[in-house]
């Protein structure tokens, strides 16, 4: 089961555990007599929506690679690389009401970008042979798990709209997986790689949200939400040509003016590439989201 299921079925199971117990919440919070945990007592958030990252190191360096082979050398390169920049973002948020305006949130979500690029070849470095032409195909994917940590307060409050700001912290539970393979036209010649590195990340997060109620226990909300990470050290198996490489890290690196990216399980060799440090893969960017907010019970 991949990463995103088991966090969705995470969500659903929250819910349905939950659920039986609404229809009593109320009653049960009426009972409570001099333990107040609030004037809004409990909540629960549930969203999906968009979500953009920046990329960092990743999309610099499979750029790089590419403007590398376009430079004349007896190759000719037609396509581009397209970063990995947007997908979708989801997940669920236990709101503790402190007071009327003021609550504590303890989230959970999964957000996730990937992009592939085609790349064709004509390589005719070689005069003493003809042309060969190859299909190459990069598959680039950045997946992460926040448990996020945040303070909530409404900045306005009507009859039935509120509109609220967020910040917080968290940590980001990263994969960042890189598959690759080559194809020659006319031959039965063929290549593929594929690696998947893990990280983690403290990062923080604002935002703006606007809520809607429906009813007394149920409204829409559209968030707007900004973050701030970065995974860093990453590493994971590299798989290909028949062998594997293990706890492979994510390099960053130069070669003349070109950034580049390098899979291995030691460093770049210093006397080809310069620049040489670990990769970081930046999870920075905007998310929108849209969902529902169920208050399970409301205090006095």
Partial sequence: MSLRKRVFCLLQLAFFLLLPGLATAKQDAQNIRGIRLSAHGLSLKLYGGISGIAGGDLNKGLE????????????????????????PDFGGELIFSLTSRLGIGLGIGYLQARKESTIEIADSENPAEPTHFYTWILRPRVEAVPLTLGVLYDIWKGGRFNLEVSSGIGLYLGKVGLGDSWTEKGSSLSNQTTWEGTSQAIGFHVGLGMEI????????????LGRYGKLKNIKGDLIGNGATTKDAVLWFCEQGAYPLIIIDDSPPPAWRYSSIRKGEVDL??????????????RGH
Avoid at 213 to 224: E, Y
């Fill in 213 to 224: 109620s429906f009813s007394q226990s149920t409204s829409l909300i559209v968030d707007v």
């Fill in 284 to 297: 920075s960017g905007v998310s929108v989201r849209v969902g529902v907010k169920i208050h399970l019970f």
């Fill in 64 to 87: 790089g690679l590419i403007d590398i082979l376009n430079v004349p050398h007896g190759i000719a390169v037609t396509g581009k690389y397209n970063p990995v920049r947007f997908g």
